[in-house]
């Protein structure tokens, strides 16, 4: 296995990468930022199983635990207010967050919907997701047109 650790780059000040923590023995993967830019949600394997956590950007030094049994793939609802992920038997949950003058707190977790996919996305409105679905390969001939309107 090979090491997966969020790594930061700060384009405006054109300095090197850094690790976004000082020392950990578990992988990161998935990361994605807030639309305000001040947290950032991942996916991690530091329970011995994979969760989805949240921690605020730049200074990382206090972690929340968001998924409960399991959690992976997080995405943020346009307003930050909500996490989406999924969860255990690939349920996409919900988690409502309320800001707080010290940070977030995370309300509920509910589960949405199950799917049957690894993967989604959430729509910029939040009312629409987007599934990533495995399909069986066709036999496609050896010339393909395609019309462009």
Known sequence: MFDQTLWVLLLAAEGKP????????SQQWRAVFSPDGKWIAYQSNESSKSDVY????????????????????????????????????????????????????????RPLCKIKSPGF????????????????PRHVGRHSHYQLD
């Not at 850094?18 to 023995?25: I, Q």
């Not at 998924?67 to 255990?88: F, I, M, Q, T, V």
């Open 18 to 25: 850094y690790p976004l923590f000082n020392a950990s023995h």
């Open 54 to 109: 949240i921690v605020p950007f730049p200074d990382a030094t206090i972690k929340m635990q968001v998924s409960k049994l399991a959690g992976w793939n997080p995405r943020w609802s346009s307003d930050g207010r909500e996490l989406y992920y999924l969860g255990d038997n690939k349920t996409i949950m919900a988690a409502t967050l309320l800001p707080r003058k010290n940070g977030l707190q995370i309300v509920e977790s």
């Open 121 to 136: 996305d959430v729509s910029q409105d939040g009312k629409r997701f987007l599934i990533y679905q495995m399909v069986e």
